[in-house]
């Protein structure tokens, strides 16, 4: 399933007939079975018990109650037997939309542009739409069959009323609807509480994961943070939970004295119908089935109806936004393998302007170099100088900024997504851990396809030596007992496999190495240079020593290249760089 067109509520009714024909066909089957029921089970009260009085007086054969007893008894026996039967119908539609919308709801998420991933409006619809998307659309159909079949029954009575008490009926049919409308109105002022408070609730959750997660426990215990933390958390619950509290307990007071002012109402209108008993114009039997079915009808008037009519107010909202995280942007052919071979020549910035979404500060400002095949490049310079929004900007994270970036000539943004993937290959400061195989953790660096000896070559060029009781066969993380995890230094040896073994010809490394001491950074920096010969390699590094490998050094200052060379010409120089050098080799000596 794709989400091309805008999710409507009546496409999310339809929703339920496409992706599981069966147990919708039959839930609607059972639906209007009990909406039979309903009305059929008051005049065949009234018929038993109009009956049964008849026989008490001598009015007629006992045998005549059987009938009705037997219809009775089978409306107990389906009532009693279809609520489990459409429970389960509930459960199948659920796993089957789940497993229908997982892939595409999946699939979107990763095609989106990198900016929203970076920013706190698009994380908190992201924490919305999926809490349970899945149960929320199955929901719908549900929601509304049970309110049509609720509505039915009402209406139902009403008719029985109107027919035998018309006062009664009206009154029933007059003060439904300003419960339907405090219900409906309440269901989105609950909505707009959710989303007002998202993103108190997320950062309640991530603090909460920080309390007991298993990648924190040495320093909550070392540091002894919880406490201050544990505020933090209550902070940021008591916000959200103490609106929501207010929002509901608000719609609920409202809800509940509408119901109980139809309840009175009604019972004043079953007093009026006194008097049709006593000369005879209304059956006892039909007045007490009546006054049994309309007592309860009002309970679930009061109670279920509100309820539906406010789940109708947030599945809208919901669908808003879903819609909303349909149509954010998507980086185009965002899930395209890279192409199998990429020849660079050259890449150049030419007066680049850029700035975050959202900011007005220049992280980028008329940033203009060149950098050619073959060649090791080093980009240097103090925190917010603009290096790793640099890379960010090569790989096609961004596009938002001016100027010009040239790959082999021809504008960036121009080449196709395989081909961009195909010629850059990065390691983060802050890569990713993924709970797969050590092989097939090196595998994602060549996903078109890496050998066992490409794996075992790119593993031990990266000082890879973990030990293993599987090999490379290896299960890591922590989502297991069984796995293995690694050191911090040991996962950076991995990411680096990872580079070695993509064939892309540009490797960007960006801080890849801060787990590492000096002296095996030097080391695997060094390895690097080696069997980096033949490809471009660009470091982002405030380990200076490592930069001495570089051909070209690119000190930036505030988005511009305050001075490039290599490491003598820039020690020579006596600028940026030699002072940023000379500090950090006086904390060595």
């Not at 002022?189 to 924190?216: C, G, K, P």
């Not at 679930?300 to 942007?329: C, W, Y």
């Not at 490491?567 to 002072?579: P, S």
């Amino acid at each position: 399933m794709h989400f091309s067109k805008k999710l409507t509520y009546p496409r999310a009714l339809v929703l339920p007939f496409l992706i599981t024909p069966v147990e919708s066909l039959l839930q609607l089957l059972s639906n209007i079975i009990s909406l039979g029921i309903a009305p059929l089970g008051v005049l065949v009260t009234a018929y038993f018990i109009d009956t049964a009085l008849a026989v008490v007086s001598g009015g007629g054969s006992p045998y005549r109650i059987i009938l009705p007893l037997v219809i009775i008894g089978g409306f107990s026996v389906y009532g009693y037997m279809s609520w489990p039967l459409i429970e389960i119908l509930n459960k199948r539609r659920e796993i089957k939309t789940r497993l229908a919308l997982r892939s595409p709801l999946i699939e979107k998420r990763a095609k989106l542009e990198y900016k929203h991933v970076e920013n706190s409006d698009t994380l908190d619809l992201l924490k919305r739409v999926w809490d349970n998307p899945e149960r929320q659309l199955s929901g719908i159909f549900d929601n509304l069959l049970q309110f049509v079949l609720l509505l039915g029954t009402v209406v139902s009575y009403a008719v029985i009323l109107l027919i035998n008490a018309p006062i009664s009926g009206v009154i029933l049919i007059v003060f439904t609807i300003p419960v339907l409308y405090i219900a409906s109105k309440g269901g989105r002022e609950r909505y707009n509480a959710r989303r007002h408070t998202t993103t108190a609730q997320r950062m309640s959750q991530t603090i909460s994961w920080f309390l007991v997660a298993r990648d924190t426990a040495a320093e909550r215990n070392m540091f002894g943070y919880s406490e201050y933390l544990g505020k933090k958390f209550e902070h940021y619950y008591e916000q959200f939970r103490t609106y929501c509290v207010r929002i509901n307990a608000k719609w609920f007071a409202k809800a509940r004295a509408s119901s109980i002012l139809l309840g009175l109402l009604s019972a004043i209108g079953l007093f009026i119908m006194a008097p049709a008993v006593a000369d005879g114009s209304l059956t006892v039997g039909l007045f007490i089935a009546l006054q049994v079915a309309l007592f309860g009808i009002i309970g679930r008037i009061g109670g279920a109806m509100p309820r539906h009519f406010e789940s109708f107010a947030l599945q809208v909202e919901f669908l808003k936004d879903l819609n909303r995280f349909t149509e954010l942007s998507e980086v185009p052919d965002a899930e395209v393998l890279p192409d199998d071979s990429f020849e660079f020549e050259s890449l150049e910035f030419k007066n680049v302007t850029f700035s975050y979404p959202g900011t007005q500060k220049l992280v980028l400002n008329g940033l203009t170099l060149k950098m050619e095949k073959g060649k090791h490049y080093a980009f240097v310079g103090e925190n917010g100088a603009g290096k790793t929004t640099l890379i960010k900007l090569i790989t096609r994270l961004y596009n938002n900024y001016t100027g010009l970036i040239l790959l082999n000539g021809r504008p960036l943004q121009d080449w196709p997504m395989s081909r961009v993937k195909a010629c850059f290959c990065a390691v983060f400061q802050d890569f990713a851990r993924y709970d797969i195989t050590v092989s097939e953790n090196v595998c994602i660096g060549k996903i078109n396809g890496a050998t066992p000896d490409e794996v075992d070559n790119a593993l031990s060029l990266a000082g890879f030596n973990a030990e293993l009781p599987d090999g490379k066969d290896t299960l890591l993380g922590k989502t297991h007992d069984a796995n293995i995890d690694l050191s911090g230094g040991q996962w950076q040896r991995l990411a680096f496999a990872r580079a070695i073994a993509s064939p892309a010809p540009v490797k960007i490394l960006d801080e890849p190495t801060a787990a590492l001491d000096p002296v095996a950074e030097s080391q695997v920096y060094a390895q690097f240079e080696k069997i980096s010969r033949g490809f471009t390699t660009i470091y982002i590094s405030h380990r200076l020593a490592s930069a001495k490998l570089a051909d070209t050094i690119f000190v930036l200052n505030e988005g511009k290249v305050a001075e490039y060379g290599n490491h003598d010409t820039l020690m020579e120089r006596g600028g940026m760089y030699a002072e940023m050098f000379t500090s950090q080799q006086s904390w060595y000596e």
